[in-house]
C-alpha cells in the first residue's frame, strides 16, 4: 500500500497517461490488488482491477463451494461486493458485473484451491486529463479495502447457506422436471406479474393476484 500511496503522490496533477504506472499488484494488509489495464483516457472503458483474498481467511469452508455449488457460491459473493459498494457509495466509480435475479456461471468472481479473485472496473479520477491523486488514494486506499472487509470478509454466512440451499432446490427442481418430462414449476402463491418489464422484481401492489394450481379433470 505504501508504495502504491508513493505512487499516485508523484504522478498526482500528471496527464492522464501518467496512471500507467499503477499497473501490477500491490500488497494490502488482507487482500491483494492487481490492476491489469488503465484506461486511457477519463472517457475510455474503464480500468480492469482484481482483488484477491485468501480463501482460508474466509468465513466458508468446502461445503459452501463444492464442485455443485461453486455457481452459486461465486454468485451470492458477487452480490455481497455490489451491496459493499453502493453501502460505501462507489458503486459508480468501482463496479462489478452483478448478477441478476438468476443464478447463472459469470466471471465477476473466480475461486481455485488457494483464494478468491474479485474483478471490478474502476474509474481513475481526473479533472479534465489531469490526474487528481488525493481522490485516487480516497477511492484505492480507503474505500477499496472498506469493500472488501465489507463484502468478503464480513460475509453473512446465515445468508450465504440460504442462498445455497436455494440453489440446491432449483437444482433438484430441474432434474424433476426432466425426469417427469415436465415444462415448468411454478410454486403456489408465487407472484408472477413484475414491477415491469425490464424488472426481475415481483409487482409489489396490494391487488396483485398470486398463483395458485388446481387440477384440471380429463
Known amino acids: 500500500m505504501n508504495q502504491l500511496e508513493t505512487t499516485i503522490n508523484r504522478i498526482d496533477k500528471k496527464g492522464y497517461k501518467a496512471y500507467k504506472d499503477l499497473l501490477g499488484s500491490h500488497k494490502y494488509n488482507n487482500f491483494t490488488l492487481h490492476i491489469d489495464h488503465v484506461q486511457a483516457d477519463p472517457y475510455a ?27 452459486a457460491f461465486t454468485d451470492c459473493l458477487a452480490r455481497s461486493v455490489d451491496r459493499a459498494l453502493k453501502k460505501n457509495g462507489v458503486q459508480k466509480d468501482v463496479q462489478i458485473d452483478c448478477p441478476s435475479q438468476q443464478i447463472l456461471d ?13 474483478r471490478l472496473s474502476l474509474h481513475l479520477p481526473a479533472r479534465g486529463r489531469t490526474i487528481l491523486g488525493n481522490e485516487a488514494k480516497k477511492r484505492l486506499l480507503k474505500q477499496l479495502p472498506q469493500v472488501v472487509e465489507d463484502g468478503l ?30 415444462v415448468a414449476f411454478i410454486a403456489n ?30
Open 45 to 71: 472503458s474503464p480500468s480492469r482491477i482484481r482483488v484477491r483474498v485468501p480463501l482460508n481467511k474466509l468465513k466458508v469452508d468446502e461445503t459452501h463451494y463444492c464442485d455443485e455449488r461453486y455457481v
Open 106 to 118: 459469470r466471471t465477476a468472481v473466480t475461486i481455485d484451491q488457494t483464494g478468491v479473485d474479485v
Open 153 to 182: 470478509y464480513k460475509l453473512d454466512v446465515t445468508a450465504l447457506q440460504t442462498h445455497l440451499e436455494l440453489y440446491d432446490d432449483q437444482t433438484y427442481l430441474r432434474q424433476f422436471l426432466r425426469d417427469e418430462n415436465a
Open 189 to 218: 402463491g408465487s407472484v408472477l406479474p413484475r414491477q415491469s418489464g425490464v424488472s426481475d422484481r415481483p409487482n409489489a401492489s396490494d391487488d396483485v393476484k398470486r398463483f395458485k394450481s388446481r387440477r384440471v379433470m380429463k
